[in-house]
C-alpha cells in the first residue's frame, strides 16, 4: 500500500476536487487536506485537515512528519490576477512554497511532488497557436514568471537530486463543484453561474479572446494519471503541455444562448485582458499524449452544457436546503 498524499493549499478550485478523486481512490484517511485557513468545506473535513501556511517550513516538517506523508501536491499560489496586484507576496508564495516541498524530496522525507505549472509560462513572443512544448518563453506577468522560474527548479531538482517531481501546465480550468479566484480565466466560470442566476453577465475579457481552457473532471484525471505513471515515462521534468479545448467569451455566449435564449453578455475589458493577451489561444499537447497516454474527453460544447446542467441542478438543491 503507498503512504500517505499531503495536498497542501486543498481549499482552492483545483484543491477541493482532488482532495475528493484522492480520498475515493486511495482511501478518506490516507489522504491529508491542508489550507492556510480551517475549513468548512464538506469534502475537505470529511477526513483530516490540517492548518497549514507552506511558507512555515517547520509546520510543514511537522505535518509530513506526523501523518508519515509520502506525496504531496503543492497547490497554494496567487493565481495571475492577484499576482499582478501583489508582485512581492506572489514571488514569495509561489517560489518559496515550491522550494520547501523540493527541499523535503531533496532531503528523502517524501518520495514525490506534485506541482501545477500554468500556460502563463508563455509570452507574448511565444507561437499563439498549437504552442508546442518547446518554444519562446517570455511570460511577462508575475505569474508566468514565477512559474516558468518554477519550472526550471523543478528540473534542476530532478537532475542533480533525483527528485520525483512532476508538472503540467494547466490551461484555465472549469468546474461546477468548486470556484476559481484570482486568475484570468475565472470568467468562464463565472458566465455559467450569472447566466443562470441573472440572464446576464459582464466580461471582463473581450468577446474574441480565445484561451485554452479545460474541465476540471478532464484536469483531475490528467493529475493523477501523471501522478501514477511509472517515473520512466515521465521524460519531461520542467513541466507538460496540456490541452482541452478553446473557446472565446463570444464561442460561450452561442452556447448558453442555445440554453438560455435571452442571455445577454456585455464587454468591459480590465486589466485581465493584457494577461489574457499574452498568453496562447490552444496547446500541442503531444508530448504529454505520447508519453503518458494522455487524452482529454471535454470538447467545448459539453464543457458547456455539463456547466449547465449540473450548476442548475446544484443551485436548486442549494435553494432546497436554504428554504
Ligand atoms: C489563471 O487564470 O491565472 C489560471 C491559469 C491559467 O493558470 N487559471
Known sequence: MQGKTLVIGASGQIGIELVTALRKKHGTHQVVASDIRATEVPELIDGPFEVLNVLNVDELDRIVHKHQITEVYLLAALLSATSEKNPERAWDLNMNGLFHVLDLAKNKKIQKVFWPSSIAVFGPSTPKQNTPQYTVMEP?????ISKLAGERWCEYYHQKYGVDVRSLRYPGLIGYKSDPGGGTTDYAVD??????????YECFLSAETMLPMMMMEDAIRATMSIMEAPAEQIKIRSSYNL?????TPADLTKLIQQEIPEFSISYKPDFRQQIADSW??????????????WQAEYDTTRLASTMLRELRLKKKAESLVTR
Open 140 to 144: 511577462n506577468s508575475v505569474y508566468g
Open 191 to 200: 458566465i455559467f453561474h450569472q447566466a443562470i442566476d441573472k440572464g446576464s
Open 243 to 247: 490541452a482541452g479545448c478553446s473557446f
Open 280 to 293: 496562447p489561444g490552444s496547446i500541442d499537447d503531444s508530448a504529454a499524449r505520447k508519453d503518458w497516454n
